[in-house]
């Protein structure tokens, strides 16, 4: 009769907790921005297929500067490295994510522009990369914008920034596309192709590469202004908590520490860490 008493007790404790779970709801093991560090997870959204930024690797670790970056701030929002979710974050799926609550926040090579910034809000910027071209170490035709005329240049299918520079730099310039990025540098490497362009940050991730190392080089010609942000949901208190982490990565030497590690083998020539909230046209 004991052990039934005791059976029907135990029976009763799981019941109960089972219905404070239910009443916690379905994303108990969302961050959702409390940074409690008490075993939630917090959603991270990444690129999974830039070298340098955000890779996940073929033994399933993810590298690069904006992991890096989105590391530190979960860090200080209260969470450890065990605690992250990543998610990959494509170039057209982000702001919806952020809409959908599918992530925390996003930290992939996001430029912030004023249409994306009706949608999402931007902590940050974190990074100002530029649009540049990356030819080959040993190639000193292209030595200004203009010398791309009559070259054949590459970019991936439905980049702005191969058209930005056949429309307003080099009219001249023979465009070629190709589905990825790996594709391009494979044409450059086999000179099939003359320079390959899009954000110098992309850039040089793919130059600092182990297999690439000292094959190629930036140009320099700083084509546009990207401002990296970390986009989250439009009204969420994130924001100034992930803008404080910044500043703090910034002051305590870890952003510099970030940008040695992932473009340093390709002699990136970054600019300086940017303030926040300080957007460069």
């Known amino acids: 009769m004991k052990l039934r008493k005791v059976t029907a007790a135990a029976t009763t404790a799981?019941?109960?907790?089972?219905a404070a779970t239910a009443c916690g709801g379905g994303d108990g093991d969302s961050g959702s921005g409390s940074g409690s560090g008490d075993g939630k997870k917090i959603t991270i959204g990444i690129k999974f297929d830039q070298p340098g930024l955000g890779q996940k690797t073929a033994d399933g670790d993810y590298t690069g500067f904006d992991v890096d970056v989105a590391t530190y701030v979960a860090k200080e929002l209260g969470y450890t490295e065990d605690q992250i979710e990543w998610k990959e974050a494509k170039s057209a799926d982000r702001e919806t994510m952020l809409e959908r609550g599918d992530v925390d926040f996003i930290a992939a090579s996001y430029s912030?522009?004023?249409?994306?910034?009706?949608?999402?809000?931007?902590?940050?910027?974190y990074l100002l990369a530029h649009q540049d071209v990356l030819i080959r170490a040993d190639d000193n035709s292209i030595t200004k914008p203009e010398d791309l005329n009559n070259k054949n240049l590459c970019s991936v299918a439905g980049s702005t920034s191969a058209q930005n520079v056949k429309d307003t730099i080099a009219p001249k310039a023979n465009l070629q596309t190709y589905g990825g990025y790996s594709e391009c540098l494979t044409g450059l490497e086999n000179s099939a192709v003359d320079a390959l362009t899009t954000d110098d940050s992309i850039l040089a991730g793919y130059a600092a590469q182990e297999q690439f190392q000292g094959k190629f080089k930036l140009a320099g010609f700083k084509l546009s202004n990207e401002n990296y942000g970390i986009g989250v949901q439009e009204g969420s208190d994130l924001k100034d908590k992930i803008n404080t982490a910044l500043e703090k990565m910034v002051s305590d030497g870890s952003w510099d520490k970030a940008v040695e590690a992932n473009f340093g083998p390709a002699n990136y020539k970054n600019e300086p860490a940017p303030k926040i909230g300080n957007i460069v046209k």
């Open 112 to 125: 912030i522009t004023d249409e994306r910034d009706k949608k999402v809000d931007f902590a940050g910027p």
């Open 14 to 18: 799981l019941v109960l907790s089972l």
